[in-house]
């Protein structure tokens, strides 16, 4: 039965007992039949009623929360009372874990407050500079890449002498089974020719490239300012043993509600917070929601406005404001006890290029008055206990599955540990993904994450990659048009819960009455 439903049901219970809900009242069991049964209350008040020696005919709000208050699980209350309280009948009392214990949140990186291009030429050089730099670095820490040498260098050797260079891919083109490279570093350029007779993991490794991504070439010497390619070197993420919390509190990874839009699966995400307050599914599942200290959002919290073609007839609220304020309402209902975290995506109001700031207050009012929360940037890195979260809404993933090899908007886990290969999160320009020419570039992946966790693409899937978990969070948004037209199937209305202790990652179902 769905929330409307189950309202309704409270509603015409109580004019069948003969009585009204003055507005306030009514606006009250509207709010609280997210996480109560409002039959059961209007039972309860009625019940109430019924002892009294005058009756009203309008039930107003005061009535209802009096109500509400005797009807609190005995732990909640402020003394024990005389009867087991009849909303509870015949079920465990939830006792959230969760709850007793404090939390353990430090943001450790977030580019909201250090924004400042104008988007000048000068500034697109500095920001490529930057980037070349940064992951020129991380790739000189290997053993195998130590030795790179300066492109003009690698171009002043002996023919026949083995070379190696760190360079940004700037073009690539195949032709009669052979590739052709440009790579570039600050100073030169050269051409990189990966013959027909590499061995097939080679000529792989070269077909994967990706434009302007940063990585090692180890090479011969040819004739003619020509690099003979032997092989590529990644700057990939080391082997890790993750860092975990030393107790067991567990973060929800959810991404993508799309509030707004028509198809954005309202019953199914009112279950999910129900679930949270230990009021839905079974035991275990009620026993896991206990656990849950952190919900995480990775962007994508509504539908937007003018966000693709023909959006309008696929919108339920045209205007974005009201959307937050679909929000807002529910992520008031997530417990308090909780620690919430929210970036933006694409269909966000925040600008759109990388790195995104936090949302701005001023379309997202509701939202910022709904709850407490860690309102952040895209992207940006957290530590939970000591657990390492790389926060990224994932537009990228778009470009990475429509360039590499094997990838494909199903396989949102295989772009990701692409990303995560490349060191970068967007590692090709110009393409779907704006990325504003900061002095930094905030897209390096500097701190390799305990938990990689992106969306954006609508498909649940998890991975490990050398210690680092990844997490694609799905969505909670039916298959829309467009996505019809593209083939893509999402997997919406489950959410992966990670045990920070353990790392050991559960899936629930919201789907599934
Ligand atoms: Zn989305
Ligand atoms: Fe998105």
Known sequence: ?????????????????GYQLNKEAFEFLNKISKTEDP?????????????LPEKPLFINRSFLEETVKETLPEEEKPSPPVSPPPILEGRKVFRAYAKDVDADLKVIDDPTDKICTTGSVEEYLEYFQDRFKRIKKILRRRIDAKNAMPISEALKSTVNSKVKIIGMVTEKRESKGRIFLRFEDLEASVTVLVPQNVSKEVMAKA?????????????????????????FIWPDVPQKTPHKAPIPVY??????????????????????????????????????????????????????????????????????????????KLI????????????????????????????????????????????????????????????????????????????????????????????????????????????????????????????????????????????????????????????????PGIVPIVNLQTMQVATINFTAS
Not at 39 to 51: F, N, P, T, V
Request: glycine share 6%; charged share 25%; with cysteine.
């Open 1 to 17: 039965m769905s929330e409307g439903e189950r309202l309704q049901r409270a509603v015409s219970f109580t004019i069948a007992a």
């Open 39 to 51: 039959l059961s209350l209007m039972e309860e008040a009625i019940r109430k009623i019924e002892g």
């Open 207 to 231: 077909r994967s490239l990706l434009l302007d991504q940063v990585v090692c070439v180890s090479a011969i010497k040819g004739r003619n300012d020509l690099l003979i390619a032997k092989d």
């Open 251 to 328: 973060a929800a990874l959810i991404s993508d509600l799309h509030v707004g839009s028509k198809m954005f699966m309202e019953k199914e995400f009112n279950r999910f917070v129900l679930w949270l307050n230990g009021k839905f599914g079974n035991e275990n599942m009620r026993n896991i929601a206990g656990h849950v200290k952190y919900v995480v959002i990775a962007g994508d919290l509504v539908d937007g406005i003018g966000i693709y073609p023909g959006q309008m007839k696929e919108l339920m609220i045209k205007d974005i404001y009201e959307q937050y304020r679909e929000v807002a």
């Open 332 to 491: 008031e209902q997530i417990p308090d006890y909780t620690e919430l975290i929210i970036i933006p995506g694409n269909h966000d109001a925040a600008r759109k290029a990388l790195p995104q700031p936090a949302i701005p207050r001023k379309y997202a009012e509701p939202l910022y008055e709904a709850r407490r929360m860690y309102s952040l940037g895209n992207p940006c890195t957290v530590s939970l206990h000591e657990v390492e979260l790389l926060l990224y809404h994932g537009r990228s993933l778009d470009d990475i599955a429509a360039v590499a090899p094997n990838v494909s908007f199903q396989t949102p886990d295989k772009a990701m540990k692409l990303l995560l290969q490349s060191r970068h999160l967007a590692p090709i320009y110009g393409e779907r993904t704006p990325i504003a020419p900061e002095n930094r570039d905030f897209t390096v992946i500097e701190r390799v994450p305990d938990i990689f966790h992106a969306g954006h693409v609508h498909v649940l899937k998890c991975d490990t990659y050398r210690g680092t978990l990844i997490v694609n969070s799905g969505a909670w948004q039916g298959q829309t048009e467009y996505q019809k037209k593209m083939g893509l199937v999402p997997t």
